[in-house]
């Protein structure tokens, strides 16, 4: 049984009748920022979520852990329907799902010192109860993240980015979660600190048994770091397979244009760039057929009018394109 299955999970903002609905009789604007996702995360593995800003990661991570109310849907977390949890049960469930945020200054309450920070989930769930323990556990999930004991009693505006998302990890891991959504946890980051915090990232897994949701724009942190991989485009999910087979062969147009702004990643050594056409359409008013079909350099006519159906590729590889057995890869430099 997977740690996390992800049934038809959707979230939409907005839709209330407002002024404007009732003078013109026209419904109320819906955002449709995750759009019937489904997915499975393994016990012990790194799924990692790719996507450009705006395409809904964020918002389906926080709908995951039910930070935000899913529209539509299901998350079954060890056999637990958790959208189905009334709030003091969910209140138990979160101390095994725990999410670590892209800025770790603006998720860090500054009037608060690094112990009070992270010794706050101890505190709400039960877990130590003297202040003396709190304090003992606090420090020593600090010290595994890299922060000093003489640090304890310092504000969040004392540290540095990369100290304060170790603040951030030790506030994530003090209540020994088993399964984290990392959102964006480096891309705040120096780039010499992100490559500290994806090792510290790494060991935490390892010593502690967790499994990670791991959101990423970038390709490459993905590609490094993930087992697999889901590729997300305006709210829905368009390819998932193993890191390794998207890496050699990705099949979804979308896919292959992340990919091409990473050579290095490529084995093959295909160098076309793909450079995609305008921006991230809205997802107040997501096009017709396939989402991606005012961007898609392949697309044609059926695209614009008909949505793809997510395909079975090859074993735990999946993708939705109407293109799809054509084997038309952008990568591929067009013969002579
Ligand atoms: Fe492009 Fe059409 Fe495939 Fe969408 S369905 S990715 S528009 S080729």
Do not use: W
Not at 35 to 62: A, F, H, M, P, Q
Not at 79 to 98: E, N, V, W
Not at 247 to 275: C, D, F, I, K, W
Not at 286 to 315: M, N, Q, W, Y
Request: hydrophobic fraction near 40%; proline fraction near 7%.
């Amino acid at each position: 049984m997977s740690l996390l299955s992800v049934e038809h999970l959707s979230k939409f903002y907005g839709g209330k009748p407002g002024l404007t609905a009732r003078l013109t009789g026209a419904p109320g604007l819906v955002v449709r920022a995750v759009n019937d996702v489904s997915l499975t995360v393994e016990r012990g593995e790194i799924l990692g979520l790719i996507g450009e800003s705006g395409c809904g990661k964020s918002t389906l991570g926080r709908a995951i852990l039910r930070l935000s109310e899913p529209t539509a849907g299901r998350v079954v977390f060890d056999g637990q329907d958790i959208t189905a949890l009334s709030p003091p049960a969910l209140k138990a469930m979160r101390r095994r799902m725990q999410i670590i945020f892209q800025d770790p200054y603006a998720s860090l309450n500054p009037r608060r010192t690094v112990a009070e920070i992270v010794g706050l989930p101890l505190r709400l769930h039960g877990i130590a109860r003297s202040s003396d323990e709190i304090r003992h556990m606090v420090g020593q999930i600090c010290e595994r993240v890299g922060l000093k004991a003489n640090q304890l009693d310092r504000y969040p505006h004392q540290f540095s980015g990369g100290q304060r998302q170790r603040i951030g990890i030790a506030r994530a891991l003090v209540s020994t979660p088993e399964f984290i959504v990392c959102d964006e946890p480096v891309s705040a980051l120096d780039v010499s600190i992100q490559a500290q915090i994806i090792t510290l990232l790494q060991d935490l897994k390892q010593e502690m048994g967790l499994t990670y949701l791991f959101i990423s724009h970038d390709i490459s942190v993905i590609g490094y770091l993930a087992d697999r991989v889901a590729v997300m485009y305006l709210g829905e999910i368009v390819e998932m397979g193993q890191v390794e087979d998207i890496l050699a062969r990705p099949r979804h147009p979308y896919t292959q244009s992340l990919m091409s702004a990473v050579p290095e990643l490529e084995p093959t050594g295909r160098r076309n760039r793909v450079r995609l056409k305008g921006d991230l359409p809205s997802p107040l008013a997501p096009p017709p057929g396939c989402k991606f079909h005012t961007r898609c350099p392949l697309a044609i006519d059926i695209c614009r009018k008909v949505v793809p159906v997510s395909e079975t590729l090859a074993p735990g590889h999946t993708a939705a394109c109407h293109r799809l057995h054509e084997n038309i890869s952008l990568l591929e430099e067009p013969a002579a």
